[in-house]
T-cell receptor, first 114, second 113 residues
């Protein structure tokens, strides 16, 4: 069964450092997303990406965040200067095409900022 | 924007009993309602979904109902088993040019053997 894979599973970083979270979406999917889940809270939308550009982003996704699909298979989320409050589980997801369909989620990357 | 509420936040049931989780949404334009199950240390996994042109959908022990007029939708799990224990998220999505899923706050379900 095709799946979304994320690396690393756990990332610990010092406040102020840059981190890159990596995702490999399902191969024939066209829409890509990042969500985050602060411990014990709901899953929150960060950004959606289509046709090599951001299509929508939430208020959480400020200038410290960026996304990229550098090589046609990986989809990355970069946080330029991490803050303590960036500590969360980050989930990548992908969907097939321009119709309402289910999003397949990766297993997540736990980011801990110390 | 869309806002999804979910109740209860925690639910404990005896094995074999039924569990019901209820959600409401705010944006009447939403037309796709997935339910996700999240087990400890894992990402949300889609378990069932319903579209706005359908009032009810069933898949084995899981059923979802949708009341578009009231903007309510519910998840029903019958004959619960310990492996059903997890956090369940309802969600809503609207067909625009690009999709995003708005999650409810989640329900922690515990099935007691």
């Amino acid at each position: 069964e095709p799946e979304v894979t994320q690396t690393p599973s756990h990332q610990v970083t010092q406040m102020g450092q840059e981190v890159i979270l990596r995702c490999v979406p399902i191969s024939n999917h066209l829409y890509f997303y990042w969500y985050r889940q602060i411990l014990g809270q709901k899953v929150e939308f960060l950004v959606s990406f289509y046709n090599n550009e951001i299509s929508e982003k939430s208020e959480i996704f400020d200038d410290q965040f960026s996304v990229e699909r550098p090589d046609g298979s990986n989809f990355t989320l970069k946080i330029r200067s991490t803050k303590l409050e960036d500590s969360a589980m980050y989930f990548c997801a992908s969907t097939l095409e321009d119709r309402v369909t289910e999003a397949f989620f990766g297993q997540g990357t736990r980011l801990t900022v110390v | 924007g869309e806002n999804v509420e979910q109740h209860p936040s925690t639910l404990s049931v005896q094995e074999g009993d039924s569990a019901v989780i209820k959600c409401t949404y705010s944006d009447s334009a939403s037309n796709y309602f997935p339910w996700y199950k999240q087990e400890l240390g894992k990402g949300p996994q889609l378990i069932i979904d319903i579209r706005s042109n359908v009032g009810e959908k069933k898949d084995q022990r899981i059923a979802v109902t949708l009341n578009k007029t009231a903007k309510h939708f519910s998840l029903h799990i019958t004959e619960t088993q310990p492996e059903d224990s997890a956090v369940y998220f309802c969600a809503a999505s609207m067909k625009t040019s690009y999709d995003k899923v708005i999650f409810g706050p989640g329900t922690s379900l515990s099935v007691i053997p």
